[in-house]
């Protein structure tokens, strides 16, 4: 079974929350490659020696290769030190495991689906990749001395200067990278509206139907599980496309037994 715990304790252990300053170093990388000059076009920079049309129409293969190494699942933190993913598809768009308004009280609470999920769009963009989400927020995941970095600015914030925030960026393991996401699940009870569910890489689970939000879930082989605080459990198969069946049990059911109801289920892209 995958170790959340291991990989929630290394991933982010040099993550920096809301007033930490912002080092030297990271203000050096502003400069390299001619970064500066290149933030405000939200552009890759083809290299600092200028090129002729032709060789400049051959970085568009560049670009592409470029951004397939970002598409995929990434762990992130927001200016309170919070882990959250954000899932960079191929065709540009992007989806985090939190919204706007964050998670309050670890899920102990009643949720809402604008605070499990933000969309945006991605694109590649100095030495790495940028997020621009619809709140107004941006990500950048880019290549300094130090490794894979998170730059974060806020709505107000000029994205030529120090970033809001500022941590360490890890690409989510490929055994778990799969499950990650935000997910529309039909409940048991057929008079209710399809419910929201975020999982995130150190195994939390989130979701808008239970006046106690929260959960843990696990993989077992190909299986997501997730158990919840209100005592309901949820499995499906890990999506091979964007729909699938999911599996409920009531609170005190056997899950050794046929589930209470299966029902439709989605994952968000």
Known sequence: MFNFQQFSASALSQGSGKGRLFPLLSIALV?????SAGLANAKPLPGSVMVSQGVAAESEPAEQTQAERYVGVWALVDNENH???VRLEADGSAIS???VLGVPLAGTGQLTGEQLSETGRWQPWANGVRIDYSDGWTDAI????????????????????APTNY?????????????????????????????TASLLSNGQAF??????AGGVWRLEENLVVI???????????????????VSHWEPGADHDQAPTATRPGRRLN
Do not use: C, H, M
Not at 169 to 183: D, F, H, L, S
Not at 207 to 212: E, P
Not at 227 to 245: K, N, V
């Open 227 to 245: 158990d919840w605080i209100s005592g309901w459990r949820t499995s499906f198969a890990l999506p091979q496309g964007s729909a699938f069946s």
């Open 31 to 35: 400069s390299l490659g001619g970064l």
């Open 97 to 99: 495991t939190a919204g």
């Open 167 to 195: 941590s360490k960026a890890v690409r989510v393991p490929a055994e778990i990278a799969p499950a990650i996401g935000v997910y529309l699940l039909e409940p048991t009870q057929t008079d209710q509206e399809p419910y």
């Open 142 to 161: 880019l290549v300094g001395p130090a490794g894979v970095e998170q730059w974060s600015w806020s709505p107000e914030s000029d994205r030529l200067g």
């Open 207 to 212: 979701n808008t139907i239970d006046s106690r």
């Open 83 to 85: 882990l959250f993913n």
